[in-house]
């Protein structure tokens, strides 16, 4: 691969990296997919970054679920959530009916891909008493 295209991957994947943390304080702004894009593009771009950000904290608390197919009860729901107040920001917003079916097909599929990817069960902590 060309350096410069390496270079290129890291400079998006560390750009989606940025959003995707703005996202985890900003309800709006969706943190997963931004983690997402920033596995995808260093995974691409290099080896010693992407082994850095699959160890952290934010990997394996939005990407990881993602990958594997599945995720918990609560991450769903957040999910959930999140989407369908964008949407409806969204649609309240247009005034476009053919943009507010589109949004309508949106939360549908959204839904529809939650049902599809499995429910994770969480694990609860134990405690032993000695």
Not at 10 to 32: E, K, Q
Not at 66 to 95: H, M, N, P, W
């Amino acid at each position: 691969m060309k350096p410069i295209y390496r270079w290129i991957y890291i400079f998006l994947g560390t750009l989606f990296l940025v959003l995707g943390i703005i996202g985890v304080f900003l309800p709006l702004l969706p943190t997963t997919p931004f983690l997402l894009l920033t596995s995808f593009f260093y995974t691409r771009g290099s080896e010693r970054i992407n082994k850095w950000f699959r160890s952290t904290t934010f990997y394996h608390e939005y990407v990881k679920g993602f990958r594997k197919g599945e995720l918990t009860k609560k991450q769903k729901i957040r999910i959930i959530i999140t989407c369908y107040i964008c949407l409806a920001i969204s649609a309240v917003l247009v005034d476009h009916p053919f943009t507010r079916i589109i949004l309508g097909c949106i939360a549908v599929a959204q839904a529809i891909s939650m049902f599809i990817i499995k429910t994770k069960r969480e694990n609860p902590e134990i405690t032993i008493k000695k």
